[in-house]
C-alpha cells in the first residue's frame, strides 16, 4: 500500500489539473476511496480541506419511494406467509387429527417452502420449533383428541416433510442464482 501512496501522490498534481488518461484516473481515484493520507495531499494540492472522491451518487427520490413501497409489500408477504404457515399446520394437524400422512405428506413440504422464502435457511430450525409448538397447543387444548407422546411423534414426523420442502427450495432458489450469474 505504502508503495502505491508514492505512485499516488507523485500523480496527483497532473490528477488534480486532469491531466491523466481515464485509466490512471479510475486507479488515482480507487485509491483515494480507500486512503485518508493520500486524499489529504490531494486536499493540500487543490486547496480543499478534505476531497471527497468517488461519493456515491445520490439516488433519485423516486427510487426511495420504490423502496419503500417494496418494503411494505414484503412486510405484508412477510406476514401473509407467516399466516400461511401457520394455518396449513394447523389444518394438517387439527383437521387429519395428525395421522392422515398422504394429506400430510403434500402439505408440510408446501409449508417448507413458504418457510424458506420468509425465513431463507433459518426455516432449518424455526419450523420444527414452530411445528412444535403449534402441535403441543392443540394437543395440549384438546382442540384435537391425541395423546402427547403422539403429539410428539407426528411432530418429528412432520418436521422431516417440512425440511423436504425447505431442501426443495433451497435448490430452485441455489439453481435459480446460478442460472443468473
Ligand atoms: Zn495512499
Known sequence: MKNECNIVIDLLPLYAED??????KRFIEDHLSSCDGCRRQLGIITGADIVKVAEPEKKPESEGAFKRIMKRMNRQ???LSYSLIIFF???GFGWTAGENLMYNSLIMPIVGVFAYLIFGWRAVYK???LLLVIDMFVCLTKLINIGIYAAF????VYSLFVLVGIAIAFL???AFKKENN
Open 19 to 24: 491531466m491523466v488518461s481515464e485509466e490512471t
Open 153 to 156: 411423534l407426528w411432530t418429528i
Open 127 to 129: 419450523m420444527p420449533v
Open 89 to 91: 399446520v394447523f389444518l
Open 172 to 174: 430452485l432458489h441455489y
Open 77 to 79: 408477504f412477510y406476514s
